[in-house]
């Protein structure tokens, strides 16, 4: 496959003209190398610690901008190993289970990294405790997700997310869902990630928590509203 058809950017603005554009100069490296999809995931989860354990220091604006520019690099990276899979012939189902594990544990770590350093630059408990509850919701609603990607037989959390005008449609199009559904772009990872960034190189960590805190409510109540019609869907999809 050529490098311009494997790289398929995702929906969205972002997606389209600043990550896959990216990607594509880092792929056209990449591709003449050993280099496998798998190593560049690997990569994309040393990124994102590393962003994680910077964003905790938000005393330093140095190591706050710095977190920032990293996380926006770990969203090209996500799409890179992507690019590379296709390219190469190396797709499989460890890749894409792999790449939706660094994709969760990247995230939490980074909203981890920031409860901390919110708590370190201010001293107010209030940041530790609205986050790490927020935090364990979103572990909660990480399940049913993971049930979904083994009922399913899929691999990536984006064919999740597609499902959920079908959801909308079965539940006769309740309003929370029809909200639920129109933010759903402002939740993706490559669009809060460029916002995030943007808002960390003017030194906005109040803003970047308090976002992350709000997109990680919303995506949980789409979960438990939809969690039963989801997988009901799911076993629907892999009988046919």
């Known amino acids: 496959m050529r490098l311009e058809e494997a790289n398929k950017p995702d929906s969205g603005w972002v997606s389209k003209h600043i990550n896959s554009k990216l990607s594509l100069l880092l792929s056209r490296w990449l591709v003449k190398t050993p280099v496998t999809p798998n190593q560049i995931t690997a990569l994309s989860l040393l990124v994102g610690l590393l962003a994680a354990f910077l964003i905790s220091q938000s005393q330093s604006y140095l190591c706050v901008a710095s977190a920032g520019l990293l996380w926006q690099f770990f969203a090209v990276l996500d799409h890179t190993d992507g690019v590379l899979a296709r390219v190469k012939g190396l797709q499989s189902k460890f890749g894409g289970y792999f790449d939706t594990l660094v994709g969760h544990l990247s995230y939490l770590a980074f909203f981890t990294g920031l409860i901390f350093g919110m708590w370190k630059k201010t001293g107010d408990t209030l940041y530790p405790l609205v986050g ?66 943007l808002l960390a190189l003017i030194n906005q960590t109040q803003i970047i928590f308090w976002l992350m805190v709000v997109g990680a409510l919303l995506i949980s109540l789409g979960i438990f509203l939809s969690v039963g019609d989801r997988l009901r869907l799911a076993t629907l999809e892999s009988q046919e």
Not at 148 to 160: D, I
Not at 162 to 182: E, H, S
């Open 132 to 197: 790490f509850s927020v935090m364990g919701l979103v572990l909660i609603a990480l399940i049913p997700s993971y049930l979904w990607l083994k009922r399913s037989g899929q691999t990536s959390l984006e064919t999740y997310n597609d499902t959920f005008g079908k959801v909308t449609a079965k539940t006769k199009k309740n309003p929370v869902f029809r909200v639920l559904n129109k933010l759903k772009y402002f939740a993706k990872g490559q669009f809060s990630r460029l916002l995030f960034c």
